[in-house]
């Protein structure tokens, strides 16, 4: 069948030479040419079972388009509660954290002991061997010769104006003229590193009790230059140039104690002595208006510490 249609149409496509008839040769056979004539075009008509699979499937996929879509929106607003409830969860957990805190806050209010350095007084003049303070051929930090020098008590009262009870009661206090914390002198905390040198300024204070209850308190003693504390508490016998230059006196420090807990805490102090030449004032004691630069180490809790701990 091909090749007979190959030949009806190599007959068909041959045109014929210009001037010349058509060959009759040139004709396919009238028995090629009947065969030629039975070739149709077939056409499929659509089947009505396709039509019905066709619609079928579109169905399927609106159904399944509608369920996706309601997967999402389920998936969406799964996402919206949870957020909610993730908000919420922060919300409680931050309220509770903040219950707690005030708790904690309201506890340690009432077990806390807080104990005050007041009622700061000279007392009665010891003569010692120290080094020279005022030497000043010595740098500082530099231990200088043996010298009589006399030592000023100063005394004072700590209470505790907390609700709870104070154990271990230590007061770590130390001394310095005010121009001597203008300049920036330095003040050795460690007892072991300051023995025997200039800027050993602790006032090696001792207290009568180590337990204080609430509103209880008890009687500590310190020194410090008999010269400084009388320019401060008097009599003045003679005022140098040094007295004249000091300034005053401070007077600083912490109050280490263990709640009823066992918690280490402490206290700080810090007090302004102003000579008794300074134009008239209500006190000549009150709070220091800065803190002074030794103070920023904050408290000694090394070796020589007279602080035990909680334990």
């Not at 039975?38 to 009505?48: D, L, Q």
């Not at 609430?214 to 410090?224: F, L, M, V, Y």
Request: hydrophobic residues 35%; contains cysteine; aromatic residues 10%.
């Amino acid at each position: 069948m091909a090749r007979r249609l190959a030949k009806l149409t190599k007959y068909r496509h041959k045109p014929p030479r210009k001037g010349e008839q058509p060959d009759e040769r040139d004709e396919p056979p009238t028995s090629e040419r009947r065969e030629a004539g039975g070739v149709y075009t077939v056409r499929i008509e659509p089947n009505s079972k396709d039509e019905d699979w066709k619609a079928e499937q579109r169905k399927n996929w609106a159904r399944q388009l509608c369920v996706a879509k309601w997967l999402n929106a389920i998936t969406l607003i799964a996402s919206v509660v949870a957020l909610a409830g993730l908000i919420f969860l922060y919300g409680t957990l931050n309220a509770t954290k903040e219950a707690a805190d005030a708790t904690r806050d309201a506890v340690d209010a009432q077990l806390r002991p807080f104990l005050h350095i007041e009622h700061i007084r000279g007392g009665s003049e010891t003569p010692i061997l120290v080094p020279s303070l005022y030497d000043s051929d010595l740098a500082p930090g530099e231990a200088g010769p043996p010298a009589p020098e006399f030592k000023r008590e100063v005394k004072f009262v700590v209470k505790n104006y907390g609700h709870g009870m104070a154990f271990q009661v230590y007061v770590e206090a130390y001394w310095q003229s005010y121009e001597e914390d203008t300049q920036g002198a330095p003040i050795e905390l460690d007892p072991f590193k300051a023995s025997g040198h200039r800027n050993n300024h602790s006032m090696n204070t001792r207290i009568a009790k180590r337990i204080l209850a609430a509103n209880d308190e008890a009687e500590g003693t310190g020194e410090a230059p008999s010269a400084l504390a009388s320019f401060v508490f008097g009599p003045i016998r003679a005022v140098s140039i040094d007295d004249l230059k000091s300034g005053g006196l401070e007077i600083f420090g912490w109050v280490w104690h263990c709640d009823v807990l066992r918690v280490p805490r402490y206290d700080a102090f810090c007090f302004v002595l102003y000579p008794l030449m300074s134009p008239p004032m209500h006190s000549p004691i009150v709070p220091c208006p800065w803190v002074p630069r030794a103070m920023k180490d904050g408290p000694w809790r090394g070796r020589g510490s007279n602080f035990t701990g909680c334990g």
